[in-house]
């Protein structure tokens, strides 16, 4: 039977539990920064909902514009993984309309969600006086996204079933901007929930337009 030491374990405890304290805290400000508004969200309420004193709050996090940037940053952490995965469905050797119509769709549901919704809002809100929350999520997610997006597209450019004319990344955000344009028209700058068929609408003539530019394959229906 292997020997536990009963420091090296209180220690990781202690690890776990701070980690869980700090994860809370993000949940729970994430929570009150969107419903609120960053300058009406206060620490109290934000202590609150994670089950937490106010002064473990700031020990974690320093001030309530440190932790804003902080819940900026996990947000764009979680619409990266997200996001890459939709990305990862474009393959070299599957029906090309299907293909991108199904990233599409997966990018859809992420730019959708409710999380990314109140994330936008949050940026439109404050970007004034704090610019550099754009770079947070650019660095952290668009950015990789978009390269990750471009990858791909310049396989597909390798294997003749595209024509990008040598510029992928070009392409690759010409494809976002005809899903996330329109998108973001209908759900009026995300006061309205876009409804699921006419997200479906959008993902479809954005992935024909595109094709109809950059295809080199006859067009099919997804």
């Given at each position: 039977?292997?020997?536990?030491?009963?420091?090296?374990?209180?220690?990781?405890?202690?690890?776990?539990?701070?980690?869980?304290?700090?994860?809370?805290?993000?949940?729970?400000?994430?929570?009150?920064?969107?419903?609120?508004?960053?300058?009406?969200?206060?620490?109290?309420?934000?202590?609150?909902?994670?089950?937490?004193?106010?002064?473990?709050?700031?020990?974690?996090?320093?001030?309530?514009?440190?932790?804003?940037?902080?819940?900026?940053?996990?947000?764009?952490?979680?619409?990266?993984?997200?996001?890459?995965?939709?990305?990862?469905?474009?393959?070299?050797?599957?029906?090309l309309t299907a293909m991108l119509t199904r990233t599409g769709r997966a990018l859809a549901e992420c730019y959708c969600d409710e999380r990314s919704v109140a994330l936008r809002r949050l940026l439109h809100a404050q970007i004034t006086t704090m610019?550099?929350?754009?770079?947070?999520?650019?660095?952290?997610?668009?950015?990789?996204?978009?390269?990750?997006?471009?990858?791909?597209?310049?396989?597909?450019?390798?294997?003749?079933?595209?024509?990008?004319?040598?510029?992928?990344?070009?392409?690759?955000?010409?494809?976002?901007?005809?899903?996330?344009?329109?998108?973001?028209?209908?759900?009026?700058?995300?006061?309205?929930?876009?409804?699921?068929?006419?997200?479906?609408?959008?993902?479809?003539?954005?992935?024909?337009?595109?094709?109809?530019?950059?295809?080199?394959?006859?067009?099919?229906?997804?």
């Amino acid at each position: 039977m292997g020997y536990r030491c009963p420091v090296s374990g209180a220690r990781t405890e202690r690890t776990r539990g701070r980690i869980d304290k700090r994860q809370a805290i993000l949940d729970a400000a994430f929570t009150v920064f969107a419903r609120d508004g960053y300058h009406a969200a206060g620490v109290d309420a934000i202590a609150a909902g994670a089950g937490v004193a106010k002064h473990t709050v700031y020990n974690h996090f320093g001030d309530k514009e440190r932790l804003f940037r902080e819940v900026v940053g996990a947000l764009a952490d979680q619409a990266l993984a997200r996001n890459l995965a939709a990305v990862e469905l474009l393959r070299e050797d599957g029906e090309l309309t299907a293909m991108l119509t199904r990233t599409g769709r997966a990018l859809a549901e992420c730019y959708c969600d409710e999380r990314s919704v109140a994330l936008r809002r949050l940026l439109h809100a404050q970007i004034t006086t704090m610019p550099d929350l754009l770079g947070i999520v650019r660095d952290r997610a668009a950015d990789r996204v978009d390269d990750a997006l471009a990858a791909r597209l310049a396989r597909l450019a390798l294997a003749g079933r595209l024509d990008l004319g040598g510029r992928p990344a070009l392409a690759a955000e010409q494809f976002g901007a005809l899903l996330t344009g329109p998108l973001e028209a209908r759900s009026r700058l995300g006061t309205r929930k876009v409804p699921r068929a006419e997200v479906r609408e959008v993902v479809d003539t954005a992935a024909g337009t595109f094709l109809r530019a950059f295809g080199t394959e006859p067009a099919q229906s997804a």
